[in-house]
């Protein structure tokens, strides 16, 4: 039997492509083709060889830099929501950060790092890391007192506190603060393929784009779409198979 929230799901997907078909055919421009011809353009994509080669070096940057920003991100955060002095001295640097424009930051980091993968990587780190910094120092700030007390009384260690009271219960917060950090990432890693070199994914879109290919870019958007979506689903298993029992649901179930 299908779940409530597959059905919910199946459903979602039929009105927004049914809307993306007929916007398509109206037109409402003649920019914007049809969920057919991109799904014909993406499959032709797929089966050349386009798409893998261009996948072979949008993930290059994209993997590095969300390992980087999950690892050092909640290490960091949760420095900073077990530390008040931590807290005040970094917490400004991380709020900086997801506040700042991006794309006046990129020609920056070119002038420091060239237009190579460091430079990509670091993109995609400034996007994903704030976000999983905040979300990991709230979490365990917010950890009921309670019980971080109750641990105490029963003799356990702070290194026993933290492994097994504040982490399992941040968890949940901490692994949504990762599905933001991997979509903002998604989004770093191709404004960097585009505002840097175009190359992998961005350079679909931005060739596509000049040759009015549109078909094919809408397809390449697509299918990043698809692929972040992918990420966050795994994300979401990972996080239910390491934390069953203390996982408070999601908005889809």
């Known amino acids: 039997m299908v779940s409530r929230s597959l059905q919910l799901k199946i459903l979602s997907a039929i009105i927004v492509f049914g809307a993306w078909e007929i916007a398509g055919r109206i037109p409402v421009s003649y920019a914007f083709p049809t969920f057919i011809d991109s799904m014909v353009a993406l499959v032709r994509m797929a089966f050349d060889g386009t ?121 949940p917060v901490i692994f949504s603060g990762l599905r933001l950090g991997v979509s903002a990432g998604f989004i770093g890693a191709i404004l960097a393929e585009l505002k840097i070199t175009p190359t992998g994914v961005g350079d679909i879109i931005t060739y596509s784009r000049s040759i009015a290919d549109y078909p094919a870019m809408y397809a390449a958007i697509f299918s990043i779409i698809m692929l972040a979506v992918l990420f966050l689903n795994l994300l979401e298993r990972i996080e239910v198979y390491l934390f069953e029992g203390n996982v408070r649901g999601y908005a889809s179930d």
Do not use: H
């Not at 994209?62 to 690892?71: A, F, M, R, T, Y």
């Not at 950060?97 to 790092?113: E, G, N, R, T």
């Not at 709230?138 to 097994?164: F, H, Q």
């Open 51 to 171: 798409l893998l080669v261009a996948y072979g070096e949008t993930l290059k940057p994209l993997v590095v830099g969300i390992l980087i920003s999950s690892i050092f991100g909640i290490g960091i955060g949760l420095w900073i929501g077990l530390s008040e002095k931590f807290d005040w001295l970094f917490s400004p640097i991380f709020i900086v950060m997801q506040a700042a424009p991006l794309a006046a930051l990129i020609p920056i980091l070119v002038m420091a790092y060239g237009i190579g993968l460091t430079s990509k990587v670091f993109v995609v780190c400034i996007m994903a890391m704030p976000v999983i910094v905040l979300n990991t120092a709230g979490a365990v700030r917010n950890t009921p007192a309670s019980i971080k007390e109750m641990g105490k009384s029963y003799l356990g260690s702070d290194m026993d506190i933290i492994t097994k009271i504040i982490l399992p219960s941040a968890s």
